[in-house]
Nanobody
Framework: QVQFVESGGGLVQPGGSLQLSCTAS????????????MGWYRQVLGKQRELVAS???????NYADSVKGRFTISRTNVKKTVYLQMNSLKPEDTAVYYC??????????WGQGTQVTVSS
């Protein structure tokens, strides 16, 4: 069973930065991981989970308008890890952040997520 384990969240002041990491665990090889497009999603309590950044197997990236120019997604396949560098953070970025394949398959592979709180 494959699961993604997110880390790196925390409390940060507006304008600050955080780097999130997400590592694939379980029965997935480096080759298999490298053949998945990946995404970072976030969810605010009571709202739907939204895709904020994605990266293809070739390394092309795409971002939601709300984070474009501030967030950067990257991946290191040999470590089965995806990163999200978040700069110029705003209070509205407060959410639980998850990674998963993109597009995700319903309830499959979700981890616990990592809480990001942007507040002064």
């Amino acid at each position: 069973q494959v699961q993604f384990v997110e880390s790196g969240g925390g409390l940060v002041q507006p304008g600050g930065s955080l780097q999130l990491s997400c590592t694939a665990s379980g029965s997935i090889s480096i080759i298999s991981f490298s053949n998945y497009a990946m995404g970072w999603y976030r969810q605010v309590l009571g709202k739907q989970r939204e895709l904020v950044a994605s990266i293809t197997i070739a390394g092309s990236t795409n971002y939601a308008d709300s984070v474009k120019g501030r967030f950067t997604i990257s991946r290191t396949n040999v470590k089965k890890t995806v990163y999200l560098q978040m700069n110029s953070l705003k209070p509205e970025d407060t959410a639980v952040y998850y990674c998963n394949i993109n597009p995700h398959r319903g309830d499959d592979y979700w981890g616990q997520g990592t809480q990001v709180t942007v507040s002064s």
